[in-house]
């Protein structure tokens, strides 16, 4: 699977239909885009479709009816649209998500690995402020790999 980079803004027209990014088509594997509400920020988490079977059998590892996979998955997979890319690249936004993000004219669309992020740009600007502060105050890097020493 190819990584979800970079920052790109895009228009998004009257009928909610924004055009992914053409680095982020790439990385998408059926030519389908799945996103959702974000559970921890004013934003849509974006994912090829072949990454929500990943998503679900991590889920797994919670018991079956358990409140907490119950939230988990009710946030996620309740929540969540397939979207197929028309032959421009472009997909059709649900005006709930589109609500939910507060997006209108501009979308952001952030590279964040295997997933991606659809933002207000000025959302956007201030979440990386915040994420920049957080990653300095908190000292954080990134956690070596199993059997990298």
Known sequence: MSLFLSTTINKIDKKGRVSIPSG?????TQGAVVLFRSPIHDCLEGFDVSFM??????LDHFDLFSEVQDDL????F?????LTLDETGRVVVPT????????TDQVAFVGMGRKFQVWAPEALESRKIEARSNVHAQKLTIPKGAGHE
């Not at 982020?24 to 998408?28: A, E």
């Open 73 to 76: 998955a009710l946030s996620i």
């Open 96 to 103: 709930a998500l589109l609500g939910f993000a507060g997006l």
């Open 24 to 28: 982020f088509r790439t990385s998408l």
């Open 78 to 82: 309740g929540n969540s649209v397939s």
């Open 53 to 58: 079977d990943e998503m679900s059998a991590r």
